[in-house]
């Protein structure tokens, strides 16, 4: 550091004139700061055509992997299953597959399962059956709706200005993302519409029992005792 300054003092005193002020300049390989990517919402899903099962049978350990179109069932020993969605991330989103399925069993006494099930968290949608395991292991077919917008449309949107109050512009508003959920849970889509429910069946009403009749003497009856 004294050898520097000394070189800097020495410089100045043959130039015969103060020193010029350091300017910094640019090197050839500094880094180069990129705009960050465009990325889908983290509430967009994609929507396919068929949702792809697998079922396990556990008596003898047998595995079967069926694809069901949407909207149509399909069977397997005593189950039949129906698929009425199947969703999954877009690219640039982690890689999850949601898809709403009615499983039910021909046994008796064995419980239907009716919502959504998920490939990467499957503690949220389980069938309970003591013979089979289901789980969704993805989607299949071609694209079907809900299809999100393009990414240059979904960058443009993100990019654009707000608007501000009072201001008159033709411009259409930037579409605003949801909030993404809170940590560890996930954001599904909204269910399929559903069938009305059955109404329920009117029953009869009990008969109320007469009271006891009155004494012959005009008393009330005697309350009857327990023992």
């Known amino acids: 550091m004294r050898r520097q300054m000394r070189a800097a003092a020495l410089a100045v005193s043959l130039l015969g004139g103060a020193a010029a002020p350091w300017v910094p300049v640019a090197r050839a390989d500094a880094p ?62 982690a890689a999850d597959t949601a898809a709403w399925l009615s499983v039910h069993d021909a046994h008796e006494g064995m419980m239907p399962f009716d919502g959504w099930m998920l490939r990467q968290e499957p503690a949220l949608g389980v069938f309970q059956n003591p013979l089979y395991d289901v789980q969704v292991v993805g989607c299949g077919g071609a694209d079907v709706a809900p299809i999100p917008p393009p990414l240059a449309v979904v960058q443009q949107q993100q990019a654009a200005p707000p608007v501000t109050p009072g201001a008159e512009s033709t411009a259409p508003a930037p579409v605003t993302a949801a909030a993404p959920p809170p940590q560890g849970t996930t954001a599904l889509p909204p269910p399929p519409p559903m069938p009305p429910p059955p109404q329920p069946v009117a029953r009869p009403a009990a008969p109320v029992p007469a009271p006891p009749p009155a004494a012959e003497d005009g008393s009330a009856a005697a309350p009857l005792l327990l023992h």
């Open 32 to 93: 180069q700061w990129l705009p960050p990517p465009a990325m889908y919402p983290p509430d967009t899903w994609k929507g396919r055509g068929s949702a792809v099962v697998r079922i396990l049978d556990k008596l003898d350990a047998h595995v079967q992997v069926l694809d069901i179109p949407a909207g149509q069932d399909a069977t397997y020993k005593s189950l039949t299953l129906h698929a009425r969605a199947c969703l999954e991330r877009p690219p640039t989103l």
